[in-house]
């Protein structure tokens, strides 16, 4: 059964009716948790995670489990027609935004630009508009509600502990113009104050420097464990295993013992914020 285009469902609500049809397709090929997990070449864990709709299978694990149960790609299918005027997100960012809103931790780091998780309206509006020059008014607008709606878990009440580190120069970067910038900087200043939020930048003239390969964002999901993600242009990969997730761990803690103080951070986005008005 495909559920209507219309239906607008929040992300945990789609992954649990994509796990109870993959309970459903299972049990009708006469399938146990564990064989199927042999088949795919997954743990029996991951396999009850789906069906719980803990956890949402990636394309290539909704092919597989297609191919396996003999569906004929509806579970595929399915996804695609629960995510359809679902939010507004690009398909291959909901696992992550998914993701974020049950971690009980996020640490990320963000070596060109505010965080999205950070971002005003106008800022991620320019990003936006910078880095998808072919998009539609309408489309960047989805793109800034998208990130406003992430926001929310700053300020939930059950809300995840955040850390933040970005490069200094991400703070002068007039993205949008010096006026928006200046709101950026009050927003950082303002979000600095929340209880759950650590901001740390790491100043220009660091001789140490742990973050080449890139932007990337650490996870802890209560009943799934650690999560890596290296974000790129075009989309962000989950990492679970232990090797690739201990190695992000390990860049973070390299990049927060360089980087300033929270207290210093905002001090020198204060500093650049009078500098912005000069």
């Given at each position: ?16 009716r994509?796990?109870r ?6 049990e009708?090929?006469?399938l146990?948790q ?8 997954r743990a029996?864990?991951?396999v009850s ?9 990636n394309v290539?694990?909704?092919?597989s489990l297609?191919q ?12 695609q027609?629960?995510s359809?005027d679902g939010?507004?997100?690009?398909s291959?960012?909901r696992d992550?935004v998914?993701?974020?809103?049950d971690?009980?931790?996020?640490r990320?780091?963000?070596?060109l ?10 800022y ?7 880095g998808?020059?072919g ?10 509600r ?12 059950r809300?995840?502990?955040v850390?933040m580190i ?11 113009g010096?006026?928006?910038?200046k ?6 200043l303002e979000?600095?104050?929340l ?10 003239n660091?001789e ?5 390969d890139g ?5 802890k999901?209560?009943?799934r464990?650690?999560i890596?993600?290296r ?6 990969s989950?990492?679970?295993?232990l ?9 973070f803690?390299?990049l927060s013992?360089y ?6 951070t905002?001090?020198l986005?204060e ?8």
């Amino acid at each position: 059964m495909l559920y209507s285009a219309a239906m607008v469902l929040n992300d945990g609500e789609r992954r649990r009716r994509v796990g109870r049809e993959i309970r459903r397709r299972r049990e009708r090929a006469g399938l146990t948790q564990a064989q199927l997990a042999r088949i795919l070449a997954r743990a029996q864990t991951t396999v009850s995670a789906y069906e719980k709709g803990t956890r949402l299978p990636n394309v290539d694990d909704l092919s597989s489990l297609d191919q396996a149960l003999s569906t004929g790609g509806a579970l595929a299918d399915l996804w695609q027609s629960l995510s359809k005027d679902g939010g507004d997100y690009a398909s291959w960012f909901r696992d992550l935004v998914s993701v974020e809103a049950d971690a009980s931790e996020v640490r990320e780091y963000q070596p060109l630009a505010i965080p999205g998780l950070l971002q005003t309206p106008g800022y991620a509006r320019a990003q936006i508009r910078t880095g998808r020059p072919g998009e539609t008014p309408a489309e960047i607008e989805e793109g800034v509600r998208g990130r406003e709606q992430r926001q929310k878990i700053l300020r939930a009440e059950r809300g995840p502990v955040v850390s933040m580190i970005v490069e200094e120069h991400v703070l002068r970067r007039p993205i949008g113009g010096s006026e928006t910038l200046k709101a950026q900087l009050d927003h950082l200043l303002e979000a600095a104050e929340l209880p759950r939020l650590t901001l740390q930048a790491v100043p220009m003239n660091s001789e140490q420097h742990y973050g080449m390969d890139g932007a990337f964002i650490l996870f802890k999901v209560p009943g799934r464990g650690q999560i890596a993600y290296r974000e790129t242009r075009l989309d962000a990969s989950p990492r679970e295993d232990l090797e690739a997730v201990e190695e992000y761990m390990s860049v973070f803690g390299s990049l927060s013992a360089y980087a300033l103080t929270p207290s210093h951070t905002r001090q020198l986005i204060e500093r650049i914020r009078r500098d912005v008005d000069d």
